[in-house]
């Protein structure tokens, strides 16, 4: 059985739509299993950019099934919007797309509410897809989920649960008549791709298909784990994927993305972040800016002390590394290993302390070429190679995928730790 899954070990936006599809060919099934809108995944399928927000990077490959889990809220509007764009690219959904009757639906509501909360005070500088107010309402009890989408009664009765206890919080709140015919057109739309998910994943093992979780957002931004509370709602890491998908799932393979530097959008802290000049031209060499949003992310140094924790606790068995080809020309490179007077082997809870940290840096020597047409990690310049070597023992988890470029064959398979 082969399962594998592809998380971002970072703030997000580490390059896992385009390592999910160059992995997806060798797969049955996508699985996407926490998230929703807020994630934007770009990829270059025959050259053309597509960025994907709810659906799974598998569906620009026709031999793959494609599963939007139970752990995930679905706008359902958009969701139409994407498969629309995606289908008139020539990539056709019919019987390879499963939506869970269990996931969330974000409605006009939650779109509010998130803004509202933005605009207010305590900013988190979120994508304003609705995604914290979405999964608020799921452990709240009072959700919408995919199923209702079909239902008229049961739609109606769901919209009238969530205002009666949100519409207080909201200025202007929509009715439930204003709610109601544009969520059961959509679901109208969708009812073809509603379904158990669990069951059908539970059979795609049983049948020993090859499956492959698609993580959104970044280890940095798990709902426990991340930086809190400048984090999203859904838990990215490892464990977020039999909650996110309803049934147990043994994963063999956890490939977790790392940028070659760092980038976090919205706010929050940023150990290594760069100082204005030098973050500018990072971002601009990188093109940083956000897939969903559009807006500029912030950009730093990658910092190892944070990835080797995130790597123990994730269970992550191999490293991809991205964006190397963004760091070529820029001089002396700088790592974050630790932070001053840090003893500790984990990162803070605790959002002021963990504020408080004061990257110390190790200083490794760069290099001049152009690495994009590279596909063999021996035909890396000698400081690349060190570069990496340096990573792969500090964080004690094997480098296994370099990416050099944003498409499909930019990337390449490191057998072992790529020699000196
Ligand atoms: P995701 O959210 O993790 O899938 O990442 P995003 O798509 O939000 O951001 C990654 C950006 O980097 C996209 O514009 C990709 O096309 C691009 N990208 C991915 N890998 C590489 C790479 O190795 N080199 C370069 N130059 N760009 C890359
Ligand atoms: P992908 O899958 C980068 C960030 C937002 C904000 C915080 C909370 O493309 O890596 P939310 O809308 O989720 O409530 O916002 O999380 N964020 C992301 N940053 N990439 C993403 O997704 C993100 N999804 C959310 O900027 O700081
Ligand atoms: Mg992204």
């Known amino acids: 059985m082969s399962t594998s899954a592809i998380l971002g070990l970072q703030w997000g936006d580490e390059g896992k739509g385009k390592l999910v599809d160059a992995l997806c060919a060798e797969h049955d099934f996508c699985v996407r299993f926490q998230g929703g809108g807020n994630a934007g995944h770009t990829v270059y399928p025959g050259g053309q950019k597509i960025v994907l927000h709810h659906l799974p990077t598998g569906v620009l490959h026709s031999g793959c099934t494609n599963v939007l889990g139970s752990g995930m809220v679905i706008d359902p509007i958009r969701l139409i919007d994407e498969i629309d764009e995606v289908e008139g690219r020539g990539f056709k959904l019919k019987d390879r797309l499963i939506i869970s009757d269990r996931a969330s639906i974000t409605t006009p509501l939650h779109l509010l509410l998130d803004s509202g909360r933005e605009e207010g005070g305590g900013k988190i500088g979120t994508t304003k ?58 679901g109208e739309r969708l009812k073809p791709y509603i379904a158990d998910a669990a069951l059908v994943l539970c059979e795609a093992v049983k049948e020993n298909k090859r499956i492959l979780y698609e993580g959104a957002q970044g280890a940095m931004l798990d709902i426990a784990y991340g930086t809190y509370p400048f984090v999203t709602s859904s838990h990215t890491l490892t464990g977020g994927i039999p909650a996110g998908i309803g049934s147990w799932t043994d994963v063999k393979r956890v490939i977790g993305v790392s940028k070659a530097y760092c980038t976090r959008v919205g706010e929050g802290p940023f150990p290594t972040e760069l100082p204005k000049a030098e973050g500018d031209r990072l971002r601009e060499k990188g093109g940083e800016y956000g897939a969903t949003t559009g807006r500029p992310r912030r950009v730093g140094w990658i910092d190892l002390f944070a990835l080797r924790y995130i790597c123990k606790i994730a269970g992550v068995t191999e490293i991809a590394i991205t964006k190397l080809d963004v760091l070529s020309g820029l001089g002396d490179l700088k790592v974050g290993v630790g932070y001053e007077g840090y003893a500790h082997p984990g990162l803070p809870a605790d959002i002021r302390a963990f504020s408080a940290l004061k990257p110390t840096y190790k200083a490794l020597p760069g290099w001049k070429d152009n690495i994009s047409a590279v596909r063999k990690p021996e035909d890396l310049p000698a400081a690349a190679r060190s570069y990496l070597r340096f990573v792969e023992e500090f964080v004690g988890v094997r480098i296994g995928l370099i990416s050099v470029g944003p498409e499909r064959d930019a990337a390449f398979v490191v057998r072992g730790a790529p020699k000196g």
């Open 129 to 186: 897809r609705g995604i914290g107010p979405t999964y608020a309402d799921r452990y709240d009890r009072i959700a919408v989920r995919a199923c209702d989408l079909i239902d008229k009664t049961s739609l109606k009765e769901a919209l009238e649960r969530a205002r009666a206890v949100r519409a207080s919080q909201i200025n202007k709140p929509p009715t439930v008549s204003d709610m109601l015919p544009a969520l059961l057109k959509a």
